[in-house]
């Protein structure tokens, strides 16, 4: 076997190799979803609300906060 068919048929190697292991993990990957338990609806519509609700709570107390901050710095100077 001459060199350069060694290096193609290492490269052809190597690259079913590859496409092997991505073919597995996409596979894997399949089959790990189909075990997960999606939320329903009402859960994920609730879990919205309480990120919303809390983003905004700490919002305005980071709001109030600054501006307290701030204005003690120009009452200050």
């Given at each position: 076997m001459s060199k350069e068919a060694a290096v193609n048929s290492a490269?052809?190697?190597?690259r079913e190799l590859v496409m092997n292991?991505?073919?597995a993990?996409?596979?894997e990957s399949y089959g790990e979803l189909k075990k997960v338990?999606?939320?329903?609806r009402e859960s994920v519509a609730?879990?919205?609300r309480v990120v919303l609700?809390?983003?905004a709570l700490f919002a305005v107390?980071?709001?109030v906060v600054d501006?307290?901050?701030?204005k003690g710095l120009f009452f200050i100077f």
């Amino acid at each position: 076997m001459s060199k350069e068919a060694a290096v193609n048929s290492a490269v052809y190697y190597h690259r079913e190799l590859v496409m092997n292991k991505m073919k597995a993990f996409f596979l894997e990957s399949y089959g790990e979803l189909k075990k997960v338990v999606w939320p329903g609806r009402e859960s994920v519509a609730s879990s919205t609300r309480v990120v919303l609700v809390s983003t905004a709570l700490f919002a305005v107390f980071f709001g109030v906060v600054d501006f307290v901050l701030l204005k003690g710095l120009f009452f200050i100077f």
